[in-house]
T-cell receptor, first 113, second 110 residues
Framework: GAGVSQTPSNKVTEKGKYVELRCDPI?????LYWYRQSLGQGPEFLIY????????DSGLPNDRFFAVRPEGSVSTLKIQRTERGDSAVYLC???????????FGSGTRLTVV | DAKTTQPPSMDCAEGRAANLPCNHS???????VYWYRQIHSQGPQYIIH???NNETNEMASLIITEDRKSSTLILPHATLRDTAVYYC???????????FGTGTRLQVTL
């Protein structure tokens, strides 16, 4: 596709449930990033993939959060035992050259009730 | 700790130049200045980046002071579609992530 695609665009889940958020990067982009944005704040880094491997996962807040990119293209962010504090917009970005000129998707708005 | 300081908000009349300042007094020699913007309900959009020299592209110009402690993003002819939050980010070229602050909310008015 022409841009980074994220699905679903909105997700409402109950506290304690498991959720998966999907990111389809731009074809050929080897670098993929996940960020989280709370209301009124700038995006906050979660994890960075170079190819299939997580090159930097230092931003994941705790072990309830996990992300995979098994074939070096699509990535899934997984959140276990969701908490109300996990409510945010989850943004995915990809780039051809590491760290330069990311293209972001429109995000998935996660609401935990 | 924030590496950059930006005014929380600015206004600009449509058709005029918008000059968005950013202070980064502790910038290191290997750190770049990046600018992104975020229009409401969209993901951030890359605008421009630079190391030492001034840079220009189809969207904007980036002016970096000689001591590199501050920079200005210039939108030469602002339009209503330029209303957004503008983020100035300083990161090393080897960094694996961008650290966003709270940015400057630019409101372009008629």
């Amino acid at each position: 596709g022409a841009g980074v695609s994220q699905t679903p665009s909105n997700k409402v889940t109950e506290k304690g449930k498991y959720v998966e958020l999907r990111c389809d990067p731009i074809s050929g982009h080897t670098a993929l990033y996940w960020y989280r944005q709370s209301l009124g704040q700038g995006p906050e880094f979660l994890i960075y993939f170079q190819g299939t491997g997580a090159a930097d996962d230092s931003g994941l807040p705790n072990d309830r959060f996990f992300a995979v990119r098994p074939e070096g293209s699509v990535s899934t962010l997984k959140i276990q035992r969701t908490e109300r504090g996990d409510s945010a917009v989850y943004l995915c970005a990809s780039s051809l050259v590491d760290r330069i000129g990311y293209t972001f998707g429109s995000g998935t708005r996660l609401t935990v009730v | 700790d924030a590496k950059t300081t930006q005014p929380p908000s600015m206004d600009c009349a449509e058709g005029r130049a918008a000059n968005l300042p950013c202070n980064h007094s502790t910038i290191s020699g290997n750190e770049y200045v990046y600018w992104y913007r975020q229009i409401h309900s969209q993901g951030p959009q890359y605008i421009i980046h630079g190391l030492k020299n001034n840079e220009t592209n189809e969207m904007a110009s980036l002016i970096i002071t000689e001591d590199r402690k501050s920079s200005t993003l210039i939108l030469p002819h602002a339009t209503l579609r330029d209303t957004a939050v503008y983020y100035c980010i300083v990161e090393a070229g080897t960094a694996s992530k961008l650290t966003f602050g709270t940015g400057t909310r630019l409101q372009v008015t008629l």
